[in-house]
């Protein structure tokens, strides 16, 4: 991995984990006196394979942060990835909107959509790319405030009539 895609990776492992951490002793009460949820964190490392073509699978970190404006309707997440791979190095950033389902007290599940875009910084396919992205994400909460995330995703870049799939997990975390 290039010296500068490396710097990136630790880069933006460490904003997530300062981001996560000036947030855990932060909490704020809803009109009911009761604690209301505030965004989910999500650190983790993500993967991309090329559906069309000859591309060669990217890997790295991913960081995200998901607010809920309407409860049980409306949850939208902005994530940011740096990929790699021999060859290829890209940074993604999405903003999906996502309608939740409640499947048991500690396990949720959303589908969403919402636009993608990338910026290619080496490789055959340098530039920056606009897409449409489709979500299906994956929350266990075993705790109240601290759980696991599966995210797959596929892609689709018009200009470029690209295709990808992906794949994200990692840890999330809840302020109250």
């Known amino acids: 991995m290039p010296l500068p895609v490396a710097r990136a990776c630790v880069t933006i492992a460490l904003a997530g984990l300062a981001l996560l951490a000036s947030r855990l ?5 809803s009109e009911g006196g009761e604690e209301a949820e505030g965004p989910v964190y999500e650190i983790g490392g993500a993967g991309e394979w090329s559906v069309r073509g000859s591309g060669v699978p990217n890997y790295g ?22 990929l790699a791979t021999s060859g290829h190095t890209e940074y993604s950033l999405d903003l999906v ?22 910026k290619t910084l080496t ?24 759980g696991w995330f599966i995210e797959p995703t596929w892609t689709i870049v018009p200009r470029t009539h690209g295709q990808s799939l992906g794949l994200s997990i990692g840890l999330t975390m809840r302020t109250f």
């Open 25 to 29: 002793g932060s909490a704020h009460e």
């Open 123 to 146: 490789g055959p396919d340098r530039g920056i790319a606009r897409g449409l992205e489709v979500a299906g994400d994956f929350m266990f909460w075993p705790r109240r405030n601290f």
């Open 61 to 82: 970190p991913t960081i995200g942060m998901e607010v809920t404006p309407i409860e049980d309707w409306l949850e939208i997440e902005g994530g940011l990835a740096a």
């Open 97 to 118: 909107f996502k309608k939740p389902f409640t499947l048991s007290e500690t396990t949720e599940f959303m589908f969403g959509l919402g636009p993608s875009f990338s």
